[in-house]
């Protein structure tokens, strides 16, 4: 939350951003710790009343700390990388039912030792939500929580390239989209964005709004279209010319040139424009990847920023890029940022290639001009044969839609393509797969030179089965720091929706009307201490714990947070005597009537373990 703000790598890229951050910065909460002091006395019921030494505020769940599972050590062990594993039948299906000792994953050929394992199945997240409520000395206090079936449990971010799209794309897929929409259960939330940031539109469960947002796309290019170029240079061919030096692709551009511009039919041909055309060329392929680049860059950092966005809500996530697909050259450790984020936020990818079923008309449109392809030519003094025009378009068609799949199998998600159901294609990309595994292993001796490492995720049986994950990683350059490292877990654990039973917590909420439209919701947390492992020093039981308290809308959005640090020093006879029943540690928030969930969130330094829990309440 608060890292995303300070993040200097969010502000860069095109001034097109400038409104789409605009919204996001209005949506984020402000800085966690600004919320509640550093450490503040605890405020407990008259039952529990822990003295004059005790330093502490709080609330955990009931389990002892030493049963953490697998999944909590995961939140606090940066150096593990992930992979989310889909492993499907022949028949396309997911298969639900593999266990950890099935897998085995490759970091540059070498065998790594699968230390996390966990199962993904679709709508567990879902129940994760519980009811929280207790007495209050109010009458109306007492409220039955929120119908579960009602809370938001899923959401999907449609986010539509209209940097990229063009009008026959936009007219293929939008009314699917919006058909789509209206099929949403009353739990999901849905939000629509666009890479020119001109189309935003947050989670809603209003589906008028929904519609309205879509019917408003449109072809937002950076660079407007324009007539046929002279050369005919798209990013693709650009690439192989000022990064790859490929000569073939060269001599097709300049006899392209040769041609578009008459020089090659004209009598007097001027020398010196036939001794600068390859200057020529080379220095408009050198615009086109710039221009291109620029274009791409900006919707890999808006993809990047609605990760971010979608990583924030509570409950399970699914992210629809719409897209024709496009070229990356040179940005692919944005891209792998981009899934190292999702998969670590648990959201899944998917893809749609709004192309369709795309059919390459050899020799492109007859009202232009032909290329090489169409009239054989034979140019004195030419070194090279030119690469066939037709087959470099194909080969760049088939290269735009690398970055769709990518995406999609390295986070988990659908690639749907080469078809015009669209309504199927959204059917397929809205829906996360029934089961996948997530995969993580500790890098051993791991350099932090930010090189690209290839993974390779493969099952000991079962080869018939087709696997889907992510390519590889790119190493850090340098080393995070470790309270920074701790206080973004945490805050990314605030907006998950995972329950987590790694230290004693229980959760429960009370409020109190003042009059029609105010109200004062508290957040208790009740800590059972003595279940707690301390660190012996200087003759008290030591241990730190931070506590957030987080206030979501009935949607999802955020609204408020209070942190707080608790420094226990406990004497032993304080700990085993008058500690009994634990501590209690209270967040009130000011709210109007209506529905609420809340998140608690503990996490202590000995153990290094995180708890979390999950409450609903509604306020008539």
Known sequence: ???????????RGSTLRCAFLLLLSSLLPRTLDSQAPAQQQPQPPSAASPGQDSHSEMAIKDQPANQTDEATRLLVNVRLVLARVVVRDVHGNAVGNLQKEDFEIFDNGKPQVISHFDVERSGALAAGVSAASTASASPEAAKPAANPATVPSRYVAFLFDDVHLNFENINLVRAAAERRVDTLAPADRAAVFSTSGQTMLDFTDDRSMLHEAIEKLRPRPIVPDSARDCPDINLYMADLI???????????????YLLCSGLLNSPNPPTAALANAMS??????????????????????????????????????????????????????????????????????????????????????????????????NIPGQNYTPASRSALDMQAASAQSDILQVLANSTGGNFFHNSNDMDEGFRRVADVP????????????????????????SLKIHEKYDVQARRGYYAPNHKEDPAEEAQRELEDEVHSSEELHGLPVELHTQFFKASDDTAKLTVLARVDVRRL???????????????IAALFDRNGNFLQASQKLIEMRWKDETLQGRLASGITLRSSFDVKPGRYMVRLVARDTEQQVMSAENGAVEIP
């Open 280 to 377: 020529f060329v080379q220095a408009d392929a050198m615009r086109v990847l710039a221009t291109g680049q620029h274009e791409n860059r900006v919707a890999i950092g808006v993809l990047k920023d609605v990760v971010r966005r979608i990583s924030m809500m509570p409950g399970q996530r699914n992210l629809v890029l719409v897209s024709p697909g496009f070229l990356t050259p040179e940005l692919e450790f944005d891209n792998e940022q981009v899934i190292d984020t999702a998969l670590r936020a648990q959201v899944v990818i998917s893809t749609l290639d709004a192309r369709g079923l795309y059919v390459l008309v050899p020799y492109g449109d007859a009202s232009q001009q032909g290329h090489a392809d169409i009239t054989p030519i």
């Open 434 to 457: 029934e089961t996948a595994y997530v995969l993580g292993f500790a890098p051993q001796n791991l350099k932090l030179d930010g090189k690209f490492h290839s993974l390779k995720v």
């Open 242 to 256: 000022v990064n790859k030096n490929d000569p073939e692709t060269k001599q097709t551009a300049y006899d392209d």
């Open 533 to 547: 492992h301390y660190k012996k020093a200087d003759g008290r039981n030591q241990n730190n714990m931070t506590l």
């Open 1 to 11: 939350m608060s890292n995303l703000l300070r993040d200097p790598q969010y502000f």
